[in-house]
Nanobody, 122 residues
């Protein structure tokens, strides 16, 4: 069974940092692109970042560029999202998702985790 599990969310003050983890089971991440998406109440799901399986190409939404960093540890079958300089508008449920090889829009990802809550507030 293919499964993704997010962890690392929580409550943090503006300007703080969190590191999210996406652990895969039932398959290896070596041949999959992993995307991070987020959704706040009443808002559409939006792409945050992605790392492709081929060449390790990375992508970031303009709203997080320079603050977030995506990386992978193939030995642990895990992808990370380091989030720095967090803002209240980053508050959302964060999901990781997997598809073969290349990054794409959220409708093209067949495998999803259940999400982890990130709240940025003073």
């Amino acid at each position: 069974q293919l499964q993704l599990v997010e962890s690392g969310g929580g409550l943090v003050q503006p300007g703080g940092s969190l590191r999210l983890s996406c652990a895969a089971s039932g398959f290896t991440l070596d041949y999959y692109a992993i995307g991070w998406f987020r959704q706040a109440p009443g808002k559409e799901r939006e792409g945050v970042s992605c790392i492709a399986s081929s060449y390790g190409s990375t992508y970031y939404a303009d709203s997080v560029k320079g603050r977030f960093t995506i990386s992978r540890d193939n030995a642990k079958n895990t992808v990370y999202l380091q989030m720095n300089s967090l803002k209240p508008e980053d508050t959302a449920v964060y999901y990781c998702a997997a598809r073969i090889n290349y990054c794409s829009g959220y409708v093209h990802y067949p495998y999803w985790g259940q999400g982890t809550q990130v709240t940025v507030s003073s």
